[in-house]
């Protein structure tokens, strides 16, 4: 009688790490199935949805997809970056508690489809904050998965997980990457001939300059439709008013589409705007007309002290 196939969950946020990762496990004969979390406000290394679903299928991997942005799941993730358990790095990201997060989603699925192993594309010292040694090993306690995450890029400068004791893989064939250097990735990218998605994108939690505007939104309390709002257009806090400007056509088109809050279109080529809130609609058209095409500095000085 055959012997069962070993599978194992990747926790797949679409960049290069996690594609070599799950490479690495298919390389040692492993079934592998993936998982996809997307986040209210970022997703992480890959934004484009197709381009994930695209690898999974030319390499034969299952993928699951895990809608975090509404429903249950949304106000468990909110309530979680408003009041993390560890501390936020430079913008409002409380990295650690969301990496938990999501591990917790990855072992309830994990159970229910019984894979052997849950891994990830996670490099030891990639990012100052969550991908420290301690920081990784208190993620993976904290949800419950103490010695349960492998790592296959950097496990051999990592303690031996439950898989490799048991022999579920096997430890000399996993790699030992360290830092933000990428040269041995991009060649491991080249052997697979595998395509993937530069470095850019990310969660916008991380941003600096968004801080203050986070701050105000995540303690004010945002619905599903309003958290697609996080990081658009010019935005302005008056008195407890909310209102958001578009900077562009695509911009436009979002608020003028959006059911909640209040719309206002220009008379002319401008910015719509969106309000949440009790306002003098003198002051949306004043607003308006500050950014606008043609507006002076003094105009839109005006309104400085009001942004978010």
Not at 57 to 80: N, P, R, T, W
Not at 215 to 236: C, D, H, M, P, W
Not at 248 to 272: F, H, V
Not at 280 to 297: P, V
Request: aromatic share 6%; with cysteine; hydrophobic share 35%.
């Amino acid at each position: 009688m055959a012997k069962p196939k070993i599978k194992a969950l990747v926790m797949f946020s679409g960049g290069l790490d996690s594609r070599l990762a799950i490479k690495l496990l298919q390389d040692q004969g492993i079934d592998v199935e993936a998982i996809y979390i997307k986040l209210p406000f970022g997703q992480g290394c890959c934004t484009n949805f197709g381009c994930i679903l695209n690898f999974t299928q030319l390499q034969g991997v299952k993928l699951h997809k895990i809608d975090a942005s509404k429903g249950k799941l949304f106000k468990e993730y909110q309530k979680i970056i408003k009041a993390p358990k560890f501390k936020r790095g430079a913008g409002y990201n409380p990295c650690q508690d969301c990496k938990i997060f999501l591990f917790k989603q990855a072992k309830e699925l994990a159970k229910k489809i019984k894979a052997d192993i849950i891994a990830t594309g996670e490099v030891l010292g990639q990012r100052p904050m969550s991908q420290m040694k301690q920081a990784l090993l208190t993620d993976e306690q904290e949800a419950g998965l103490k010695n349960k995450i492998l790592r296959p890029l950097s496990a051999q400068l990592l303690p031996e997980t439950t898989y490799e004791k048991k022999g579920l893989v096997d430890r000399s064939k996993l790699l030992s990457l360290h830092g933000r250097q990428r040269k041995i990735q991009i060649n491991l990218a080249k052997k697979y001939n595998i395509k993937y998605p530069g470095p850019a994108g990310g969660c916008i939690l991380c941003e600096k300059l968004l801080k203050k505007r986070f701050e105000i939104l995540i303690n004010k309390g945002l619905t599903e439709e309003q958290a697609n709002l996080a990081s658009v257009g010019r935005q302005f806090r008056i008195n407890s008013t909310w209102i958001v400007l578009g900077r562009n056509q695509e911009e436009n088109k979002l608020l003028e589409t959006m059911k909640e809050g209040t719309l206002t279109e220009p008379d002319a080529i401008g910015p719509s705007t969106r309000h949440f809130g009790e306002i003098d609609q003198e002051i949306i058209n004043q607003l308006i007309t500050a950014y606008s095409k043609g507006s002076t500095k003094e105009q839109k000085k005006e309104f400085e002290k009001y942004k978010i």
